[in-house]
């Protein structure tokens, strides 16, 4: 599976972006599409995932801000992000899971910065 990540960039606090992964390869049975995040000297952490199923699962930093999205027919993940913050700062990287193996994308950079 190849995962192609995009959509980061510099925002203001407030801002909003859209990011977007695209799966290609081997990518039937992808059961879990998710966006993980890794802030300065921190560790990697969930922000969301989306099931096959559409059921959806949020870090608590996030719950009401971000909104994680898929299109299966076009194997792809997105992750709206408004009313951004200064903490979510980070490395962003798209994640699927597909017959218990986990596999990541490139790395897209947000920043929120005045």
């Not at 059921?55 to 719950?63: E, F, L, W």
Request: hydrophobic share 40%.
């Amino acid at each position: 599976v190849q995962l192609q990540a995009s959509g980061g960039g510099l925002v203001q606090p407030g801002g909003s972006l859209r990011l977007s992964c695209a799966a290609s390869g081997s990518i039937f049975d992808i059961v879990v599409m998710g966006w993980y995040r890794q802030a300065p000297g921190k560790q990697r952490e969930l922000v969301a995932a989306i099931l096959s199923r559409g059921i959806t699962n949020y870090a608590d930093s996030v719950k009401g801000r971000f909104t994680i999205s898929r299109d299966n027919a076009k194997n792809t993940v997105y992750l709206q992000m408004n009313s951004l913050k200064p903490e979510d700062t980070a490395v962003y990287y798209c994640n699927v899971v597909r017959a218990g193996v986990a596999y990541w994308g490139q790395g897209t950079l947000v920043t929120v910065s005045s």
